[in-house]
């Protein structure tokens, strides 16, 4: 029996399949802003033009370009933005990219809020492992600088009020929130997305089936969430498929964009994930891993080690993927298959037995291992689902 209560996000709306230039404009002038403080990675900002698109839509604004954010958001380079977003005096973010883009983006409006000068200020404010994911720490001020994200990928950090920042010096992603670090606008345009390279989109398009797998089987699972997690999944089931068959399929693009937006309604609003999650942010962190990779590898293993605590949950899943008689670990892990993109950490370069203890280490100190539906209470679990998955 479901028990609960379902918090709904800070975020105000979703605009999709419109231009994202002209939402953006049109949503400046709506909310009467003037110093836009534009976020996003360097490749987009000098081989695309979707940042001069945006910049020209807002000629009658005041535009500051930022791409100063490496993979993985490090927390000197959320730093800098901060800092560089202070000095333009912004009233509002833009952030373009994928999930980098997008938690830097979150860290900035945060370390706005709470005055973030220096790095040793910010232990202050990172999450610790035993503290809830979506709760804001005591004392955290507001952020009042709010963001409108328009996502290249499919990752999903632009439905969820928390960020991933890695501390290079302990070589860890560690966990920052806020209700309203929450993107205020979300803008989802699939043209945006043919920018965005294939092994990218595909996997991150993992990344959002692996957002809807753990919040179906979330150990506070909810309903509302649970139908929309399963929508997701028979969205991506179709749409990944047929956007690496003709990356120009722009429906299949905006599916595959709605999928994400879907399954990350339980994550936006309290909805714990599990294993997957907490070790992809280990291997992220620690192993230098892209987010897509991370849940390529590790969901099949993940979601085999939960079936038996999580059985009639999987029959959901397996229902959602078209089958009711082989085992969803076994469908989901035929899905990504078919991708091109890879299925063993040696793929990936995460082969030796010290890179395995640092990152099943790493793991234990996520908030989402603790809520992993299979209790995992050791390192020592994590590091056996590390070497399976090790090939």
Known sequence: MYQGTYTFPATERVVFGRPAAEVVREEMDRLGFTRVFLMAPTALVEATPLVSQIVAALEHK???VWSGIAAHTPREDVLAAAAAAREAQAE??????????TDA???VQTFLAQNVTALEQIDALRKRPDEAMTAARPGLRAPTVRMIAIPTTLAGAEFTP???????????KEVFTHPLQAPRIVVLDPQVALHTPDWLWLSTGVRALDHAVEDICSVDAQPFSEGTALQAIRLLARALPATRKDPQDLQSRLDAQMAMWLSSVGPQ?????????AIGHALGGTGHVPHGYTSCIMMPHVMRFNE???HDRHVLIAQALGSRTTAAADLVARLIDGLDVPRTL?????????QLDAIALAAMEDPWIATNPRPITQAAQVRDLLEVARG
């Open 92 to 101: 509002v973010i833009v952030a373009i990219g994928g999930g980098s883009i």
């Open 162 to 172: 928390y960020a991933g920042i890695t501390n290079r010096q302990r070589g860890v």
């Open 308 to 310: 038996a605590a999580v």
């Open 105 to 107: 983006a979150k860290g």
């Open 62 to 64: 005041s535009v500051t």
């Open 346 to 354: 040696r793929e990936v370069h995460i082969t030796t037995d010290a």
């Open 269 to 277: 609003a309290g909805v714990n994930m599990g294993a997957s999650h």
